[in-house]
C-alpha cells in the first residue's frame, strides 16, 4: 500500500495546490477526476506492488462522474453500480473508511470480490471525500497484496483524500459557479428569442403582448417543438436569419 512513514496530513499539504493548478489546466470534471487518480496512484503506490486508484463523485442533478488511473479500476466502479453497493457505496453512505484487508477471505459482494480479485488485486480500501452541496465522492485503492488495518498504508491514505478533498471541494466549487453562469447565460438568450418573436407577432397581429405570447405557447404544443425554437421559426421567417445575440456583461 502506501509508502512507510508518519501518515499527518502536512505530509500531504501540497496536494490541495496540486489539485488547484490540475483544475486549471483540466476544467472539465472528467479530466480533472482522471488526472486526481492517476496522481493518487502514484504518490501512494508502494514500491513492488500495483497500486490503483478510482474516483467516483456524484453531485446532485448531475450524472455520476468517475475516472481511474488505469482501465481495470474504471471497470471495477462501473461493476459496483451495477450490483449496487460494494465497499466504494458503502463508505459513501456511512461516512466511514471501508477496507477490504484480504480478498480472499472476504464474504460479502461475491461478484464484486470476484472481479477484483480477477484483476490481480488483493485488498480494497475505500475512503469517503468531504463535500458540500450535497455532493458525495470516495477515493477507493486498489493494492495487489493485503493490507492490515492500523497500518502506516491505511493511515497515509487517509491523510491523503483529507487533502484531497479541500482541492476537490474547490474544484466543484468553481465548476458549480461556471454551470450557473452557463445556465444563466442560456436563459437570457432564449429570453431574447421569445421577446424578440413577441415583439414581432404583437407588430403583425396589431395584438397584445400576452395574446402574441400566447400564439408562440399554442404553436409550440400543437406542433410539439420548443417555445424557443417556435419563436425562433418567426424570427427567422421575419429577419430572414435566426440567428440572434443578446447583450449582457460577462
Not at 506492488?49 to 462501473?78: D, F, M, T, Y
Not at 464484486?112 to 465522492?137: D, T
Not at 491514505?157 to 445556465?183: H, N, P, Y
Request: aromatic share 6%; charged share 20%.
Amino acid at each position: 500500500m502506501p509508502h512507510a512513514g508518519v501518515p499527518e496530513d502536512e505530509d500531504f499539504a501540497d496536494v490541495a495546490l496540486h489539485l488547484q493548478e490540475s483544475f486549471l489546466q483540466n476544467p472539465e470534471v472528467e479530466a480533472f477526476l482522471q488526472d486526481l487518480a492517476t496522481y493518487a496512484a502514484t504518490r501512494l503506490g508502494g514500491q513492488g506492488h500495483e497500486c490503483s486508484c478510482e474516483i467516483v463523485v456524484l453531485r446532485p442533478k448531475k450524472p455520476a462522474a468517475s475516472a481511474g488511473s488505469n482501465p481495470s479500476a474504471q471497470l471495477i466502479s462501473q461493476l459496483e453500480s451495477t450490483l449496487g453497493d460494494g465497499p466504494g457505496r458503502t463508505a459513501m453512505r456511512t461516512a466511514t473508511t471501508v477496507l477490504v484487508a484480504d480478498l480472499r477471505r472476504e464474504k460479502r459482494w461475491p461478484e464484486y470480490v470476484q472481479a477484483v480479485q480477477g484483476r490481480g488485486f488483493l485488498s480494497v480500501l475505500s475512503i469517503p471525500a468531504a463535500l458540500e452541496g450535497g455532493s458525495e465522492g470516495v477515493l477507493t485503492f486498489y493494492c495487489s497484496r493485503p493490507v492490515a488495518f492500523g497500518t502506516n498504508g491505511v493511515d497515509a491514505a487517509e491523510a491523503f483524500v483529507r487533502q484531497a478533498s479541500k482541492g476537490l471541494k474547490l474544484a466543484l466549487r468553481m465548476l458549480k459557479l461556471e454551470e450557473t453562469k452557463d445556465g444563466m447565460s442560456a436563459a437570457m438568450q432564449t429570453r431574447t428569442v421569445i421577446d424578440l418573436a413577441t415583439g414581432a407577432i404583437m407588430a403583425q397581429n396589431r395584438c397584445s403582448q400576452a395574446a402574441a405570447f400566447k400564439l408562440l405557447a399554442d404553436a409550440s404544443s400543437t406542433r410539439n417543438m420548443k417555445l424557443r425554437d417556435v419563436a425562433a421559426a418567426v424570427v427567422a421567417s421575419v429577419a430572414g436569419a435566426a440567428d440572434t445575440f443578446t447583450y449582457f456583461d460577462e
